[in-house]
């Protein structure tokens, strides 16, 4: 909807019966300047193709469809990290995808704002310098800016890891643990995001900027998040529809991998794993957390 500002966007999906009020985004009309199609190699003959799929159904979707998308400009939008392989989503395209330029555009940004024609500041982060610069021209807007960066892996983890982290904030406000307990979680989950993302080969600063420290904020605040809303759920013993999209959720678990392998401490992160699948309850989740050694911040 943003970029039909700039010109002409063709919008794909497998079922495209909805027309332009799609469901998953009420109240939005798509603009004229969007054309919906359900035939893949006809949208794929862009040269710029935004993939806007859930972290854990990337892999699936490259699976047969790959060697359509092979060089072209591939941007993810995805915030995960693929449970199977334990990689972020550029690693995903750019394995499938090999004369493919990748980028990521990530940071704080509630689809539902950005449809609605409200200001939102992002980051597009691409290796090639050049590539990102031109990317960053074509995707940013009046009401849409856009950072650049060249640290894909600082951008795609910031953008998973606040998810995990949202899990929990809402796990506190579900629970009745106070605000002073949300930023707490927070701040201690930013610590361990920008530990295993520097483990990772991040730049610590990146992780600073919109795609962590920026989305982890409106993540962790926001009953918009879906994130957040889970973890509610789950920190007052409420059902949740299984139908949502709650990256986190299977995140937590690739992070706890990764995080063992690394040898990098993440007791938050390692924490919602555990509640997510439900090998733990909140009284002790919090008890766990409020009884580690005492150490230096
Ligand atoms: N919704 C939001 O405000 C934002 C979402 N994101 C990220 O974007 C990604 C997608 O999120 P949403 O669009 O909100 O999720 P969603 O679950 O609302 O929509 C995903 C769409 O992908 C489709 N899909 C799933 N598997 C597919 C496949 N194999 N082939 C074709 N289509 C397939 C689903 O049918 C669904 O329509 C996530 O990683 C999310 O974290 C990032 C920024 C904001
Ligand atoms: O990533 C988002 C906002 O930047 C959307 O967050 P949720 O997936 O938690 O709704």
């Known amino acids: 909807v943003a970029l039909s500002a700039n010109g002409p966007v063709t919008l794909w999906a497998r079922d495209t019966g909805w027309g332009r009020a799609n469901p998953r985004l009420p109240?939005?009309?798509?603009?004229?300047?969007?054309?919906?199609t359900?035939?893949?190699?006809?949208a794929a003959r862009a040269d710029t193709l935004l993939l806007a799929l859930p972290a854990q159904a990337l892999g699936g979707f490259l699976a047969d469809h790959a060697a359509r998308l092979d060089a072209r400009h591939l941007?993810?939008?995805?915030?995960?990290?693929?449970?199977?392989?334990?990689?972020?989503?550029?690693?995903?395209?750019?394995?499938?995808?090999?004369?493919a330029t990748v980028a990521v555009l990530t940071g704080p940004s509630f689809a539902?704002?950005?449809?609605?024609?409200?200001?939102?500041?992002?980051?597009?982060?691409?290796?090639?310098?050049?590539?990102?610069r031109a990317l960053q021209h074509d995707l940013?807007?009046?009401?849409?800016?856009?950072?650049r960066t060249t640290d894909v892996t600082g951008a795609e983890l910031g953008g998973a890891l606040k998810n995990v982290i949202a899990?929990?904030?809402?796990v506190a406000i579900g629970a009745g643990l106070g605000d002073s307990a949300r930023a707490a979680i927070?701040?201690?989950?930013?610590?361990?995001?920008?530990?295993?993302?520097?483990?990772?080969?991040?730049?610590?600063e990146t992780l600073a900027g919109l795609s962590g420290l920026g989305d982890l904020t409106l993540t962790c605040t926001s009953v918009q998040s879906r994130n957040f809303r889970y973890g509610q759920?789950?920190?007052?013993?409420?059902?949740?529809?299984?139908?949502?999209?709650?990256?986190?959720?299977a995140t937590a678990r690739a992070v706890a991998v990764l995080s063992r392998r690394m040898g990098c401490d993440m007791p938050i992160a390692a924490m919602v794993a555990r509640l997510t699948d439900n090998s733990m309850t909140v009284d002790d989740a919090a008890q766990q957390l409020m009884t580690r050694p005492l150490k230096e911040e």
């Open 27 to 36: 109240g939005v009309t798509l603009p004229d300047a969007i054309r919906l």
């Open 38 to 42: 359900d035939d893949l190699p006809d």
């Open 75 to 99: 941007v993810s939008t995805a915030k995960g990290i693929d449970l199977s392989k334990l990689t972020g989503p550029s690693t995903l395209l750019a394995e499938a995808c090999p004369r």
């Open 112 to 132: 539902a704002d950005i449809a609605r024609g409200l200001p939102t500041a992002l980051t597009l982060a691409c290796a090639d310098p050049e590539a990102g």
């Open 140 to 147: 940013s807007t009046p009401v849409l800016r856009l950072y």
């Open 167 to 170: 899990i929990a904030a809402g």
């Open 186 to 204: 927070v701040t201690r989950g930013f610590a361990e995001m920008t530990r295993l993302a520097a483990r990772l080969g991040a730049r610590p």
């Open 233 to 249: 759920a789950l920190g007052a013993r409420q059902p949740f529809d299984a139908a949502t999209t709650v990256e986190g959720a």
